[in-house]
């Protein structure tokens, strides 16, 4: 059997990680993955984490099964703290499952959209993360792409509601709701409020994929698009991640919600959540979920989480705008000002596949060969030779074509 089995390709992200484990270059600087780490280069944990994993070997209750749907505390605390707690508002017509990751929600809720409507397209901005069309397409789904950037390196309005008319009714549109994975390009209130009328207008469905909020705007903020567009829309889907926030990254926390217009099709949609995690994984792990439960429960400990969250949101924003600030007094400001615009923990290099290569020789900078690199994976003392870096590489005449890994 195995024999008959073709090759397969490898996961990009995972190769380069591997690569630079490899470098034996002591100034190598691995900006792939995207993982929050502290001055040090440590992904840290945070210390309202660590108290809440204290509280629980303390009490050391039991690992029993916790059902299909997970651990129902955590559904309700992830649907308050996205959607809110005020009384009539979206979280009453809505339903949560605990899934493994921000990942899991999005193949759940892929499997959903097979189920309900399998002959829809989701439509995926281009550049996307780069898991969001796999995904999909594993699902089974038809993936389309829309543009999301305009020359300019902005969130390019027009041309994305331009797009989006050929979107049909019961097509699904994914959004992430801030922090853009690539690109760190967000539409501003007005844009989001242009795609909510599009959404009613069009009869397109809202599917946000929220992995970074807290570390764009401030975690209040970084919700605002997606609360306003559950109060605009009849239908939405969303899947949240645990990994960045909390830094939770291997404890692969996360959750699906489901909003509908009445409580009988939410009912409906949450039992299929709940039959596809049979079949797929039967029920998702339970310390993640309880770690983060025991913090939202507990007004300390959710007071002290926030605050250590905007320091590393603090953290970003002062690396984005430090190496803005280089790369303009090294002559390169309209690439600055492009950069200083962006959110979240990532930025896209204006350079291509093969710049970014020489980028990786010659400078010892690991980025994704599409350009992007984590801002929160810099030491602060490393920002000028990176600056440096890639001002070289924009500066240097393109020689020959290197061959990139595959």
Known sequence: MLELLPPSPTDPLWDLTYEFGADDRPERLNLVLGVYRDQTGTTPVMAAVREAEIRLAQRSESKEYRGLSGNTAFNRSLLDLVLGTDPGGPADRAAAVQTVAGSGALRLLADLIFRTRPGATVWVSDPAYVNHRPILEAAGLKVRPYGWRDAGGGFDTAGVLRELRDARRDDVVLLQ??????????????????????????????????????????????????????????????????????????????????????????????????????????????????????????????????????????????????????????????????????????????????????????????????????????????????????????????????????
Not at 194 to 218: I, K
Not at 266 to 273: G, I, P, Q
Request: proline content about 6%.
């Open 177 to 406: 709701g801030c922090c853009h994975n690539p690109t760190g390009v967000d539409p501003l209130p007005d844009d989001w409020e242009a795609l909510a009328e599009s959404a009613v207008r069009g009869g397109w469905v809202p599917f946000v994929d929220l992995a970074y909020h807290g570390l764009g705007d401030g975690l209040e903020a970084d919700l605002l698009a997606t609360r306003m567009l559950a109060e605009r829309v009849p239908e939405m889907l969303i899947a949240v991640s645990c990994s960045k926030n909390f830094g939770l990254y291997s404890d692969r926390v996360g959750c699906a919600i489901v909003l509908g217009a009445s409580g009988q099709t939410v009912r409906h949609a949450e039992t299929s959540l709940q039959n596809a995690a049979r079949t797929l994984y039967s029920m998702p792990p339970e310390h993640g979920a309880a770690v983060v439960t025991t913090i939202l429960e507990d007004e300390g400990l959710r007071a002290a989480w926030r605050a250590e969250l905007d320091v590393m949101r603090g953290r970003i924003m002062a690396n984005r705008a430090d190496l803005a600030a280089h790369l303009s007094a090294l002559g390169r400001t309209e690439q600055a000002r492009s950069l200083a615009r962006q959110k979240g923990m990532f930025s896209m290099l204006p350079l291509t596949p093969h710049q970014m290569l020489r980028l990786r020789r010659q400078h010892a900078v690991y980025g994704t060969t599409s350009g992007r690199i984590n801002i929160a994976g810099i030491p602060a003392h490393r920002i000028p030779c990176l600056a440096r870096g890639i001002a070289a590489v924009l500066d240097a005449a393109d020689g020959p074509r290197a061959v990139l890994p595959a």
